[in-house]
Protein backbone atom coordinates (compact mmCIF):
# COMPACT_ATOMS: atom_id res chain seq x y z
CA UNK A 1 0.00 0.00 0.00
CA UNK A 2 1.37 2.45 -1.14
CA UNK A 3 0.74 6.64 0.34
CA UNK A 4 -0.74 4.72 3.35
CA UNK A 5 0.23 8.15 5.35
CA UNK A 6 -2.64 9.93 3.16
CA UNK A 7 -6.37 9.97 3.78
CA UNK A 8 -7.17 7.73 0.80
CA UNK A 9 -4.41 5.24 1.41
CA UNK A 10 -4.87 5.05 5.34
CA UNK A 11 -8.56 3.95 3.89
CA UNK A 12 -6.98 1.86 1.97
CA UNK A 13 -5.07 -0.07 4.40
CA UNK A 14 -7.94 -0.29 6.72
CA UNK A 15 -10.20 -1.89 4.49
CA UNK A 16 -7.53 -4.40 3.20
CA UNK A 17 -6.46 -5.63 7.08
CA UNK A 18 -10.32 -5.45 7.91
CA UNK A 19 -10.85 -8.33 5.31
CA UNK A 20 -7.91 -10.00 6.59
CA UNK A 21 -4.50 -9.23 4.76
CA UNK A 22 -1.61 -8.88 5.71
CA UNK A 23 -0.83 -5.24 4.93
CA UNK A 24 2.57 -3.50 4.64
CA UNK A 25 1.57 0.65 4.61
CA UNK A 26 4.14 2.81 2.30
CA UNK A 27 5.23 6.18 3.93
CA UNK A 28 7.32 9.13 2.29
CA UNK A 29 7.64 12.05 5.31
CA UNK A 30 4.12 10.68 7.43
CA UNK A 31 5.98 9.05 9.84
CA UNK A 32 3.89 9.51 13.16
CA UNK A 33 0.40 9.18 10.98
CA UNK A 34 2.22 5.87 9.32
CA UNK A 35 3.41 4.58 12.79
CA UNK A 36 -0.24 5.38 14.09
CA UNK A 37 -1.98 3.48 11.52
CA UNK A 38 0.55 0.63 12.25
CA UNK A 39 -0.52 0.78 16.29
CA UNK A 40 -4.53 1.05 15.33
CA UNK A 41 -3.69 -1.99 12.63
CA UNK A 42 -2.03 -4.14 15.61
CA UNK A 43 1.18 -3.69 14.64
CA UNK A 44 0.81 -3.85 10.55
CA UNK A 45 4.65 -3.53 9.10
CA UNK A 46 5.62 -0.21 7.83
CA UNK A 47 8.38 1.31 5.62
CA UNK A 48 9.31 4.59 4.67
CA UNK A 49 10.45 5.23 0.73
CA UNK A 50 10.99 8.17 -1.82
CA UNK A 51 9.30 6.55 -4.62
CA UNK A 52 10.81 9.12 -7.07
CA UNK A 53 13.56 7.13 -6.49
CA UNK A 54 14.37 3.74 -8.16
CA UNK A 55 16.73 2.74 -5.84
CA UNK A 56 13.82 3.39 -2.68
CA UNK A 57 11.68 1.62 -4.72
CA UNK A 58 13.53 -1.72 -5.23
CA UNK A 59 14.48 -1.41 -1.12
CA UNK A 60 10.40 -0.88 -0.16
CA UNK A 61 9.39 -4.12 -2.31
CA UNK A 62 12.57 -6.13 -0.80
CA UNK A 63 11.63 -4.94 2.88
CA UNK A 64 7.34 -6.19 1.81
CA UNK A 65 8.67 -9.67 0.54
CA UNK A 66 10.87 -9.70 3.56
CA UNK A 67 7.81 -8.54 6.10
CA UNK A 68 5.02 -10.39 4.00
CA UNK A 69 6.52 -13.64 2.31
CA UNK A 70 5.50 -12.79 -0.78
CA UNK A 71 3.43 -9.82 -2.69
CA UNK A 72 0.11 -10.71 -3.84
CA UNK A 73 -1.39 -7.29 -4.49
CA UNK A 74 -0.46 -3.42 -4.73
CA UNK A 75 -2.28 -0.60 -4.36
CA UNK A 76 -0.45 2.53 -5.98
CA UNK A 77 -1.78 5.42 -3.97
CA UNK A 78 0.75 8.27 -3.31
CA UNK A 79 0.42 10.96 -5.33
CA UNK A 80 0.32 14.76 -4.95
CA UNK A 81 -2.08 17.52 -6.29
CA UNK A 82 -0.17 20.93 -6.39
CA UNK A 83 -2.78 23.43 -4.58
CA UNK A 84 -1.98 26.28 -7.00
CA UNK A 85 -4.38 26.89 -9.53
CA UNK A 86 -1.74 27.79 -13.19
CA UNK A 87 -2.80 28.20 -16.00
CA UNK A 88 -0.70 26.47 -18.88
CA UNK A 89 0.93 30.08 -19.85
CA UNK A 90 1.91 30.84 -16.63
CA UNK A 91 2.58 27.30 -15.88
CA UNK A 92 6.55 26.64 -15.21
CA UNK A 93 8.56 23.93 -16.37
CA UNK A 94 9.57 23.06 -13.01
CA UNK A 95 6.44 22.18 -11.79
CA UNK A 96 5.10 20.20 -14.81
CA UNK A 97 8.03 17.84 -14.47
CA UNK A 98 7.33 17.66 -11.04
CA UNK A 99 4.12 17.02 -10.85
CA UNK A 100 4.34 14.72 -13.66
CA UNK A 101 7.30 12.15 -11.54
CA UNK A 102 5.24 12.56 -8.47
CA UNK A 103 1.82 11.26 -10.19
CA UNK A 104 2.98 8.95 -13.66
CA UNK A 105 6.54 7.96 -12.71
CA UNK A 106 5.54 7.01 -9.37
CA UNK A 107 3.17 4.61 -10.57
CA UNK A 108 5.51 3.37 -13.19
CA UNK A 109 8.28 2.95 -10.88
CA UNK A 110 5.80 1.07 -8.33
CA UNK A 111 3.88 -0.69 -11.18
CA UNK A 112 7.09 -2.05 -12.60
CA UNK A 113 8.68 -3.89 -9.25
CA UNK A 114 5.27 -5.13 -8.76
CA UNK A 115 5.32 -7.03 -11.86
CA UNK A 116 8.57 -8.19 -10.68
CA UNK A 117 6.91 -9.88 -7.75
CA UNK A 118 4.20 -10.79 -9.81
CA UNK A 119 6.57 -12.61 -12.59
CA UNK A 120 7.88 -14.70 -9.22
CA UNK A 121 5.03 -15.44 -7.78
CA UNK A 122 2.84 -15.76 -11.12
CA UNK A 123 -0.41 -14.15 -10.07
CA UNK A 124 -0.90 -10.92 -8.67
CA UNK A 125 -3.58 -8.29 -8.91
CA UNK A 126 -2.36 -4.24 -9.10
CA UNK A 127 -4.67 -1.47 -8.28
CA UNK A 128 -3.75 2.08 -9.66
CA UNK A 129 -5.46 4.93 -8.53
CA UNK A 130 -6.34 7.93 -11.34
CA UNK A 131 -8.35 10.98 -10.97
CA UNK A 132 -11.32 12.29 -12.29
CA UNK A 133 -9.12 15.09 -13.72
CA UNK A 134 -7.64 12.49 -15.91
CA UNK A 135 -11.19 11.86 -17.65
CA UNK A 136 -12.49 15.97 -17.35
CA UNK A 137 -9.43 18.24 -17.14
CA UNK A 138 -8.71 20.09 -14.51
CA UNK A 139 -8.14 23.83 -15.77
CA UNK A 140 -5.34 25.42 -13.72
CA UNK A 141 -3.99 22.10 -12.72
CA UNK A 142 -3.02 20.41 -16.55
CA UNK A 143 -0.02 19.20 -15.11
CA UNK A 144 -1.83 16.86 -12.79
CA UNK A 145 -4.77 16.06 -15.21
CA UNK A 146 -2.16 15.25 -17.79
CA UNK A 147 -0.57 13.05 -15.47
CA UNK A 148 -4.12 11.18 -14.46
CA UNK A 149 -4.92 10.63 -17.72
CA UNK A 150 -1.74 8.64 -18.64
CA UNK A 151 -2.13 6.74 -15.77
CA UNK A 152 -5.53 5.44 -16.14
CA UNK A 153 -4.87 5.48 -20.42
CA UNK A 154 -1.76 4.19 -22.05
CA UNK A 155 -0.13 2.91 -18.65
CA UNK A 156 -3.39 0.83 -17.21
CA UNK A 157 -4.38 -0.52 -20.87
CA UNK A 158 -0.56 -1.52 -21.29
CA UNK A 159 0.13 -2.82 -18.22
CA UNK A 160 -3.34 -5.30 -18.16
CA UNK A 161 -1.72 -6.63 -21.71
CA UNK A 162 1.61 -6.82 -19.96
CA UNK A 163 0.63 -8.38 -16.95
CA UNK A 164 -0.72 -12.05 -18.49
CA UNK A 165 2.56 -12.64 -20.28
CA UNK A 166 4.01 -13.32 -16.66
CA UNK A 167 0.91 -14.53 -15.08
CA UNK A 168 -2.00 -15.38 -17.24
CA UNK A 169 -4.73 -14.66 -14.54
CA UNK A 170 -2.93 -11.59 -13.54
CA UNK A 171 -4.90 -8.05 -13.06
CA UNK A 172 -4.59 -4.30 -13.15
CA UNK A 173 -7.20 -1.87 -12.70
CA UNK A 174 -7.97 1.72 -11.62
CA UNK A 175 -9.83 3.73 -9.47
CA UNK A 176 -10.46 7.60 -10.35
CA UNK A 177 -11.57 9.63 -7.33
CA UNK A 178 -12.93 13.00 -7.61
CA UNK A 179 -13.34 15.31 -5.49
CA UNK A 180 -12.81 13.30 -2.08
CA UNK A 181 -12.35 14.67 1.80
CA UNK A 182 -8.35 13.97 2.48
CA UNK A 183 -5.44 15.93 4.27
CA UNK A 184 -4.58 16.84 0.45
CA UNK A 185 -7.66 18.39 -0.04
CA UNK A 186 -8.17 19.57 3.34
CA UNK A 187 -9.53 23.10 2.96
CA UNK A 188 -10.76 23.06 -0.61
CA UNK A 189 -13.88 21.33 0.02
CA UNK A 190 -15.76 23.51 2.75
CA UNK A 191 -19.63 23.71 1.98
CA UNK A 192 -19.49 26.70 -0.58
CA UNK A 193 -17.22 24.78 -2.82
CA UNK A 194 -18.57 21.40 -2.38
CA UNK A 195 -21.81 23.35 -4.02
CA UNK A 196 -19.94 24.88 -6.55
CA UNK A 197 -17.83 21.30 -8.03
CA UNK A 198 -21.39 19.27 -6.96
CA UNK A 199 -23.03 20.75 -9.89
CA UNK A 200 -21.41 18.41 -12.68
CA UNK A 201 -22.55 15.53 -9.86
CA UNK A 202 -25.55 13.83 -9.76
CA UNK A 203 -24.60 13.14 -5.55
CA UNK A 204 -23.77 16.26 -4.03
CA UNK A 205 -21.68 15.77 -1.52
CA UNK A 206 -17.56 14.58 -1.70
CA UNK A 207 -16.44 11.33 -1.17
CA UNK A 208 -14.94 9.80 1.85
CA UNK A 209 -11.62 7.85 1.97
CA UNK A 210 -13.17 4.73 2.33
CA UNK A 211 -15.71 5.64 -0.51
CA UNK A 212 -12.52 5.05 -2.73
CA UNK A 213 -10.82 2.26 -0.26
CA UNK A 214 -14.21 -0.01 -0.96
CA UNK A 215 -13.46 0.24 -4.80
CA UNK A 216 -9.86 -0.31 -4.09
CA UNK A 217 -10.21 -3.81 -2.20
CA UNK A 218 -13.37 -4.47 -4.51
CA UNK A 219 -10.96 -4.57 -7.69
CA UNK A 220 -8.23 -6.17 -5.83
CA UNK A 221 -10.05 -9.15 -4.92
CA UNK A 222 -9.60 -12.09 -7.34
CA UNK A 223 -13.04 -13.17 -5.97
CA UNK A 224 -14.99 -10.09 -6.79
CA UNK A 225 -13.32 -8.95 -9.65
CA UNK A 226 -11.46 -11.90 -10.90
CA UNK A 227 -12.67 -11.52 -14.78
CA UNK A 228 -12.03 -7.43 -14.30
CA UNK A 229 -9.02 -6.01 -15.28
CA UNK A 230 -7.93 -2.83 -17.52
CA UNK A 231 -11.07 -0.97 -16.36
CA UNK A 232 -11.67 2.51 -14.70
CA UNK A 233 -13.95 2.43 -11.72
CA UNK A 234 -15.36 6.40 -10.93
CA UNK A 235 -15.65 7.08 -7.44
CA UNK A 236 -17.10 10.63 -8.01
CA UNK A 237 -20.96 10.67 -7.25
CA UNK A 238 -21.56 10.32 -10.74
CA UNK A 239 -19.73 13.60 -11.96
CA UNK A 240 -20.45 13.94 -15.93
CA UNK A 241 -18.57 16.75 -18.07
CA UNK A 242 -21.52 19.25 -17.89
CA UNK A 243 -23.84 21.06 -15.24
CA UNK A 244 -26.18 19.03 -14.36
CA UNK A 245 -27.54 21.58 -11.30
CA UNK A 246 -28.46 25.01 -12.06
CA UNK A 247 -27.90 26.20 -8.57
Request: hydrophobic residues 45%; charged residues 20%.
Amino acid sequence: MTGASGGIGAACARAFAAEGAQVLAHYHRGTERARSLSTELGGAAIAQADLTSEADVARLFDEARAALGRIDVCASVSGTWPTEDVPVWDLPLERWEGTLRENLTVPFLTARAFLREVERNGHGSLVLIGSTAGIFGEAGHADYAAAKSGVLGGLLLSLKNEMTRIAPLGRVNAVAPGWTDSPMTRGFVDPERILAVSRTMALRKVAQPEDVAAQVVALASDTVSGHVTGQVVVVAGGMEGRTVHTD
